[in-house]
């Protein structure tokens, strides 16, 4: 039984609707113009709709072909899966491989493993996403990820493989020039909440958000990564705990001061996990790699 929409079509309208024109799509795909042309209309006589509205400068999508982009995105994500499983399968290597990264870990160490990697010449495409908090578990749940590491709170069972590799030490730091850099310690939990709060967002897109770390507060000032929130707190634009290990050199030139406060804050476990279902080699090489890293003394 013939299908009037293929994976080459689904392509064609996918790469006209990046780049914004049938010529620039067929730049990018190596092809005349013509050639898109034609398995446009092609695709529209056969379906009996028009996919593309043609009549301004940029080629838009209707309302059909919003709908045959956005299911058929899915078929061109399987095939794309497929063709890397077979090459997998054929060598051990998989064609690329994501890894999540929580925003609380140093990025040097990372770094230096991939660029370790990378030296091993193997046919391995690398992509490194920077999550928060449950956004890591989000990332291997929803398979955007191979590979997490800085994994924090409750660790997952049965599908995946779980290392403890470090446990991450806050404090409550704020700038040398806040108003509480001077204030008596222990500070007392609802003077600190008399002043906004500076908060790492959850990255997370499909579990429930998740929070570390928060106390009373008259604001919170969301930002996405514990870089910015540093930064945040260095200005002085709000307060709360930051990893020890990131701020070590606001504290020496003087930027940031620990205060001693009464709200808790135990150190936080962190791990490293990939799906069981993961066996390709450089996923194996990572894990086994990252979990050997000396985190906080690198």
């Given at each position: 039984?013939?299908?009037?929409?293929?994976?080459?079509?689904?392509?064609?309208?996918?790469?006209?609707?990046?780049?914004?024109?049938?010529?620039?799509a067929?730049?990018?795909?190596?092809?005349?113009?013509s050639?898109?042309?034609?398995?446009?209309?092609?695709?529209?006589?056969?379906?009996?709709?028009?996919?593309?509205?043609r009549?301004?400068?940029?080629?838009?999508?209707?309302?059909?072909?919003?709908?045959?982009?956005?299911?058929?995105?899915?078929?061109?994500d399987?095939?794309?899966?497929?063709?890397?499983?077979?090459?997998?399968?054929?060598?051990?290597?998989?064609?690329?491989?994501?890894i999540?990264?929580?925003?609380?870990?140093?990025?040097?160490p990372?770094?230096?493993?991939?660029?370790?990697?990378?030296?091993?010449?193997?046919?391995?495409?690398?992509?490194?996403?920077?999550?928060?908090?449950?956004?890591?578990?989000?990332?291997?749940?929803?398979?955007?990820?191979?590979l997490?590491?800085?994994l924090?709170?409750?660790?997952?069972?049965?599908?995946?493989?779980?290392?403890?590799?470090?446990?991450?030490?806050?404090?409550f730091?704020?700038?040398?020039?806040?108003?509480?850099?001077s204030?008596?310690?222990?500070?007392?939990?609802?003077?600190?909440?008399?002043?906004?709060a500076?908060?790492v967002?959850?990255?997370?897109?499909?579990?429930?958000?998740?929070?570390?770390?928060?106390?009373?507060?008259?604001?919170?000032?969301?930002?996405?990564?514990?870089?910015?929130?540093?930064?945040a707190?260095?200005?002085?634009?709000?307060?709360?705990?930051?990893p020890?290990?990131?701020?070590?050199?606001?504290?020496a030139?003087?930027?940031?001061?620990?205060?001693?406060?009464?709200?808790?804050?135990?150190?936080?476990?962190?791990?490293?996990?990939?799906?069981?279902?993961?066996?390709?080699?450089?996923?194996?090489?990572?894990?086994?790699?990252?979990?050997?890293?000396?985190?906080?003394?690198?």
């Open positions: 039984m013939a299908y009037p929409i293929s994976l080459e079509a689904l392509k064609v309208i996918a790469t006209i609707q990046q780049k914004g024109s049938f010529a620039a067929a730049e990018a795909l190596f092809k005349v113009p050639a898109l042309t034609y398995t446009v209309s092609k695709l529209e006589q056969e379906l009996g709709v028009t996919v593309f509205d009549s301004g400068h940029r080629a838009k999508l209707t309302a059909a072909g919003h709908l045959v982009l956005s299911e058929g995105q899915q078929l061109l399987a095939a794309q899966r497929l063709t890397e499983k077979v090459k997998e399968l054929e060598s051990g290597w998989e064609p690329r491989l994501t999540a990264v929580d925003t609380v870990l140093p990025c040097q990372v770094l230096q493993t991939v660029a370790r990697f990378c030296e091993l010449q193997k046919p391995v495409n690398i992509q490194l996403l920077e999550e928060v908090l449950g956004g890591g578990w989000d990332a291997l749940t929803t398979q955007r990820a191979d997490a590491v800085g924090s709170g409750e660790t997952a069972i049965g599908n995946y493989d779980v290392k403890p590799i470090a446990n991450a030490e806050f404090v730091a704020v700038a040398a020039t806040h108003s509480l850099a204030a008596q310690e222990p500070i007392a939990s609802d003077h600190v909440s008399q002043y906004p500076i908060v967002k959850d990255s997370s897109r499909t579990l429930p958000d998740r929070s570390s770390g928060l106390f009373a507060a008259r604001q919170t000032v969301h930002v996405t990564s514990m870089a910015h929130k540093i930064a707190q260095v200005s002085g634009v709000g307060v709360g705990f930051l020890l290990h990131m701020i070590r050199q606001h504290l030139n003087g930027e940031l001061v620990i205060k001693f406060t009464d709200i808790p804050r135990p150190p936080i476990p962190l791990y490293i996990a990939k799906r069981k279902d993961t066996q390709g080699k450089a996923a194996q090489w990572f894990y086994q790699q990252l979990s050997d890293v000396s985190w906080f003394t690198t």
